[in-house]
Nanobody
Framework: QVQLVESGGGLAQPGGSLRLSCAAS????????MGWFRQAPGKEREFVAS????????IYADSVKGRFTISRDNAKNTLYLQMNSLKPEDTALYLC?????????????????WGEGTLVTVSS
């Protein structure tokens, strides 16, 4: 079955960096677009970034554009999220998701499978 396992979360200081990974199995990773979403305490889940099957044309939420970079390694079946210049408002549970499409999308409606998430806390 489809498995998505996130890792790399933790505590970071404002202005710091973290790199999240999402190890995928149970499906042909290179055949699906992927996405990162996040959910802060007491808030709804929100889109962070999405990437096409080839890794081209990523899209980002305005709140992370220029600070976060989504990428993928199809040979390793792994999705990444490089997070730089972290802010306290980036604190959230970060989840990766498998899209049923091949193109990147902001919509949760395209996401068929979800990981359990990795917690990112940004605090001094």
């Amino acid at each position: 079955q489809v498995q998505l396992v996130e890792s790399g979360g933790g505590l970071a200081q404002p202005g710091g960096s973290l790199r999240l990974s999402c190890a995928a199995s149970g499906f042909t990773f290179s055949g699906f677009a992927m996405g990162w979403f996040r959910q802060a305490p007491g808030k709804e889940r929100e889109f962070v970034a999405s990437i096409s099957v080839s890794g081209s044309s990523p899209i980002y939420a305005d709140s992370v554009k220029g600070r976060f970079t989504i990428s993928r390694d199809n040979a390793k079946n792994t999705l990444y999220l490089q997070m730089n210049s972290l802010k306290p408002e980036d604190t959230a549970l970060y989840l990766c998701a498998r899209s049923r499409a091949i193109f990147p999308t902001r919509s949760e409606n395209y996401m068929d499978d979800w990981g359990e998430g990795t917690l990112v806390t940004v605090s001094s």
